[in-house]
Nanobody, 119 residues
Framework: QVQLVESGGGLVQAGGSLRLSCAAS????????MGWFRQAPGKEREFVAS????????YYADSVKGRCTISRDNAKNTVYLQMNSLKPEDTAVYYC????????????WGQGTQVTVSS
């Protein structure tokens, strides 16, 4: 079983940037693709970005494409989400998932990190 801890969220003005981190422990980190998802109040959890186990392939939701970059450091057991040009509609709790296939989560969730973008 893998444990995930997200961090890096916060309150930022529209147009600002944040870098989210997801630290993993409990299994070989590079075994699976991983991803970020988000859930806004009153909405279902949605896909944001995913990255292959080697880090060579990334996918993004259309809503964040061009503004976000997912990366991973297998030596540090950490996956990152760099978010730029943030918009109020990016406000949500962001979660990482330990096993993502075709942008669908199959693994463990972290506790999430709140991102709030003010206009």
């Amino acid at each position: 079983q893998v444990q995930l801890v997200e961090s890096g969220g916060g309150l930022v003005q529209a147009g600002g940037s944040l870098r989210l981190s997801c630290a993993a422990s409990g299994r070989t980190f590079s075994t699976y693709g991983m991803g970020w998802f988000r859930q806004a109040p009153g909405k279902e959890r949605e896909f944001v970005a995913s990255i292959s186990k080697s880090g060579g392939t990334m996918y993004y939701a259309d809503s964040v494409k061009g503004r976000c970059t997912i990366s991973r450091d297998n030596a540090k057991n950490t996956v990152y989400l760099q978010m730029n040009s943030l918009k109020p509609e990016d406000t949500a709790v962001y979660y990482c998932n330990s096993h993502v296939i075709s942008n669908t989560p199959f693994g463990s969730w972290g506790q999430g990190t709140q991102v709030t973008v003010s206009s």
